[in-house]
């Protein structure tokens, strides 16, 4: 008996990889945060080639659109202003973001650790006003360290080895240039200390620059939010620059199996694939006609980064329950979510106009069958399968909106697998 | 357990008490007798100085003899009629004049830390009172509360809809609940989705599917539910009410509570007046004084007032002194909050300024949080632990302001 579990065990497939249209859904909406179009799922499932896919994806300008989109949102993290956003001039900052892509991930958290040319917007957004920067220092070491240090702000942290004494010599890092920080007891510390109470040599955020690496923290970043949970191989840190760390991700076992990472997507591809679904060109005129006309948020629309962040903000909004910070919690959908989804009038009316997708499948394709192929490819990625072709019955043109409803509706829309 | 396993075990075991306007008791601890609450929240800042705390010579406004005796402003004259029901707090105070944090302690009862997140009081009243209507258990209309699951489950957070229109334009609060779709074509789509579902969920199993079904569950519950009509308010007179988008969102909220929501928040913004203070204070109080009066006297008469706390309060006072764009500014060492029904003793008042600070009687954030928790038969001592293992109290400090329960 045991024998045979052991010989069954033997013969089960050990790196089963996933099919095509997962595979390409799932490289898609994670190396450049979009849906794949029917054209490219069809083109790819022909040819079969997974790493010319991959490389196509990388090379092209939305991966590194979508690299910076990304750590955008790290680094401002989840609450902002529009102030913050004119303080941090997002525009410039956010085309600086997008050359690190190719560029050693070394080099990119040092320039943010010390605060050099563009980087520096990073610092200003979170050192704001005269209190001392303790958000700045809880991000660096979040980001840039792999630690939350947020309990050693009022007490000691015995399961973190690290107390409030070192909590806030590692702050005052923050502090330099400004006559030093007030602590926990008002003291001013004028002296920053690393974890472990050395003081640093030389120019104290260049030395933290030293003392940081960044790469074991971005590298397991980027496997949380690949893999959907935690533990990278440590290999994965001798990857030079955020696209190589990317390209070996996507081409390790684990990515490429079947039952790969499941995981909500995220909010800049749930903002990409809502854009694609509801034609979000259009929502956006619409909402600019309004802008227009109500001076309070005119400003918001006349900076395009602005804009697109006050975009990924709602999209944060509908998809983490308010207020939770995304690295804190594995969002789930919320039922706000679910109610504008199914039953918001402004976004049905989006759904069904001549400017939305349905419109142009259904001006694309004739025929009913080909109709849901399209459906089915555009919103999540593969084509029906047989009994989903009996049940997916279409009498008339109300079916094909059912169609699209039930299809934008459902965990595979929502969910990477 | 939800309301209906409650009613079996209740029914059961011989120990329902049907009594209840709402049909059944919550679990009672301690003796509270609010089941509901109304909040009216006053964003931006309402001037104590100008509403419920009138010194001569610091306001333009005249103050007004109640009902009760406490005297407010001619701003309020029909608010005055119903004072019986209403005790205020003149002395609440905290140090926080920023709106976005002071917006999150007054949901709270806790200062905004980056170490944790603090759900919204209304989650935190209806997960300690149980699952009782198809709806949204706590509803936030026209204002972001700052608070939402805090270290609750997703779904357990507060469903904020947008602020009620004009009664012309199509978009409301109502606008994600309001039917779509005929029953059938909704059923219909369901059942497509479902299948859809199904396939997904034989492939990939796990907490978050699970989760993300539990919400669209809830979703579907809310649109399919007869209690859904209660956003409707095309066969009710807001007139009442004033008329106005405020008023009708209240109106919206006695439904809602009628429904057996357990918390609603209606937001009136526009308080932080900065410049021109009288002329936004005039023009507010003439918004809120029929609707805070018609819905206080609306709850009574549906015998609703003795089990629905209805708070007004925003997140800070304003200045006594007025500034150059005759504005006032913010102000934390004294404002007022006004407080009736569930379990509220009416016709109170608690604490006293000379306008500039408080005289006597302070009163906390933390104490007001006490009382409201108290009201509802809620141990504001009661710990919640946090995902990441942090034992938390309902309320940190605080004691629950004695004169004010009924």
């Known amino acids: ?49 997974r790493a010319r896919k991959v490389e196509e994806l990388l090379e092209s300008p939305e991966a590194a659109l979508y690299h910076a989109d990304l750590w955008m949102q790290w680094l401002i993290d989840h609450d902002f202003e529009v102030g913050d956003l004119y303080r941090m001039k997002v525009g410039e900052f956010h085309a600086w973001l997008r050359t690190t892509f190719d560029r050693p991930t070394a080099e990119t958290v040092r ?139 996507v081409a390790s076992p684990q990515y490429r199996a079947r039952r790969g990472p499941l995981k909500l997507m995220n909010s800049v591809q749930f903002m990409h694939a809502f854009a694609q679904v509801f034609d979000l060109e259009k929502v956006h005129r619409d909402m600019l006609e309004k802008a227009i006309k109500n001076p309070q948020t005119m400003y918001i629309f006349k900076d395009e980064q602005v804009m697109r962040l006050y975009f990924h903000k709602w999209a944060k909004e509908m998809i983490l329950p308010k207020g939770q910070n995304p690295d804190d919690v594995q969002a789930h959908g919320t039922v706000r979510l679910s109610l504008k989804l199914m039953n918001n009038a402004k976004l049905h009316h989006y759904f069904y106009s001549d400017w939305g997708l349905l419109r142009r499948v259904l001006a694309k394709r004739s025929r009913p069958a080909d109709r849901l192929d399209e459906l089915f490819l555009s919103v999540i990625g593969r084509p029906p399968s047989r009994e989903e072709r009996e049940l997916f019955v279409i009498k008339d043109n109300q079916s094909y909106e059912d169609i699209f409803w039930a299809l934008v509706n459902c965990a595979e829309f929502l969910f990477v697998s | 357990m939800n309301r209906r396993d409650f009613v079996r075990l209740a029914l059961g075991t011989g120990i329902g008490a049907l009594t209840s306007k709402f049909g059944i008791g919550a679990q009672e601890v301690g003796g509270g007798r609010a089941k509901a609450c109304i909040l009216l929240w006053m964003a931006g800042g309402q001037s104590q100085l100008d509403t419920f705390d009138l010194k001569p010579g610091m306001t333009p406004f005249k103050e007004i003899e109640t009902a009760s005796g406490a005297r407010i402003s001619e701003g309020f ?19 926080d004049p920023n709106h976005a944090t002071a917006t999150y302690l007054l949901h709270t009862a806790y200062r905004k830390a980056a170490d944790v997140e603090h759900p919204h009081a209304g989650s935190l009243i ?27 489950s997703g779904e357990k957070g507060p469903v904020i809809f947008d602020k009620l229109e004009d009664p012309e334009r199509r978009e409301s609060a109502a606008e994600d609940v309001k039917p779509l779709l005929s029953k059938d074509r909704l059923r219909k789509r369901w059942e497509l ?38 956003f409707d308010l095309s066969r009710e007179d807001p007139t009442r009410y004033g008329g106005t988008p405020f008023g009708r969102t209240c109106l919206m909220a006695r439904r809602l509570v009628e429904a057996g929501v357990r918390f609603v928040e209606v937001a009136l913004g526009d308080w932080d007046s900065h410049a021109e203070n009288e002329t936004a204070h005039r023009r507010l109080m003439g918004i809120l004084d029929p609707a805070f009066a018609a819905l206080l006297a609306d709850l009574a008469e549906r015998r609703l007032l003795d089990e629905t706390l209805v708070l007004c309060m925003g997140e800070m006072g304003r200045t006594p ?4 764009a005759q504005g006032r500014d913010h102000f934390t060492r004294c404002w007022s909050v006004a407080l009736a029904g569930g379990g509220i003793a009416g016709g109170r008042v608690v604490g006293e300024t000379d306008g500039m600070a408080v005289k006597e009687r302070p009163v906390t954030v933390q104490d007001l949080f006490a009382t409201i928790y108290k009201s509802f038969g809620i141990n504001p001592r009661k710990e919640h632990t946090t995902p990441g293992g942090r034992p938390l109290k309902l309320v940190d400090g605080g004691v629950p302001v004695g004169e004010l329960l009924a």
């Open chain 1, 111 to 249: 320039a943010l650790v010390t605060g050099e040319g563009q980087a520096a917007n990073f610092s200003r957004k979170h050192a704001g006003g005269g209190d001392p920067p303790v958000k700045l220092a809880l991000l660096n070491a979040r980001l840039f360290l792999g630690r939350d240090i947020r309990c050693a702000q009022c007490h000691d942290h015995p399961a973190k080895d690290l107390t409030q004494e070192e909590f806030w010599g590692f702050v005052s890092f923050f502090g330099r240039g400004r006559g030093g920080i007030k602590d926990h007891l008002g003291e001013i510390r004028a002296e920053p200390r690393y974890f472990d109470g050395r003081k640093p040599e030389g120019e104290p955020l260049a030395s933290l620059a030293d003392f940081m690496d960044g790469r074991p923290a971005v590298a397991e970043r980027y496997w949380k939010l690949f893999m959907g949970r935690k533990g990278h191989p440590p290999s994965l840190e001798d990857a030079r620059t955020p696209k190589d760390l990317v390209r070996t991700i």
């Open chain 2, 193 to 230: 989705l479902s299948a859809l579902d199904a396939r997904f969920a034989r492939e990939h199993e796990g907490r978050a599917v699970e989760e993300r079904r539990r919400a669209y569950e809830r979703a579907y519950k809310v649109l399919t539910s007869e209690k859904v009509k209660a």
């Open chain 2, 321 to 324: 002194q007025v500034n150059a």
């Open chain 2, 126 to 152: 209806a997960a300690e009172l149980g699952e009782w209507t198809d709806l949204p258990e706590c509803i936030v209309i026209g204002c972001d509360p700052q608070a939402g699951a805090g270290y609750l």
């Open chain 1, 1 to 49: 008996m045991r024998s045979a579990f052991v010989i069954l065990v033997l013969c089960l497939p050990q790196d089963e990889v996933c099919d095509d249209y997962t595979f390409c859904r799932r490289v898609t909406l994670d190396l450049t945060g979009r849906l794949p179009q029917p054209d490219e799922i069809r083109a790819f499932v022909k040819s079969k080639d």
């Open chain 2, 77 to 95: 004259p029909r608010l005055a009629r119903e004072m019986k029901r209403v005790s205020l707090v003149r002395t609440l105070h905290s140090n």
